[in-house]
């Protein structure tokens, strides 16, 4: 009689190994992603945290302390993007939050 657990067996090997095969890329593809988010994430909230603490007006400031603060809680996080990579994710929010005050109307 033929033992059916050695060919159950192979074929559960064979199959994952198409799953695998197939899926890891897409799960990889989906990591750079969730990175950008994170970013944009940490970004919108120190971008508003700075305006928050340093008023209207002082932009060089409020700049320099919202890239200070997302880079350290990267780095806290031991989550590693290039400086560039911050700063364009912050001029971003930056654009984005001046957009909603001029639509608000706090802004002329």
Avoid: C
Wanted: proline share 2%; no cysteine.
């Amino acid at each position: 009689m033929l033992d059916m657990t050695v060919l159950l067996t192979g074929f559960i090997s064979l199959l994952g190994l198409v799953v695998v095969y197939k899926l890891l890329p897409l799960f990889k593809s989906f990591v750079p992603l969730t990175l950008l988010n994170i970013l944009s994430q940490v970004a919108k909230y120190f971008v508003y945290a700075a305006e928050a603490e340093l008023g209207r007006g002082k932009g060089k400031d409020k700049f320099d302390m919202a890239l200070q603060k997302a880079q350290a809680f990267l780095e806290k996080y031991h989550l590693t993007f290039d400086t560039q990579v911050v700063k364009d994710a912050i001029l971003h929010q930056w654009l984005d939050m001046n957009m909603a005050q001029l639509n608000a109307g706090m802004k002329k």
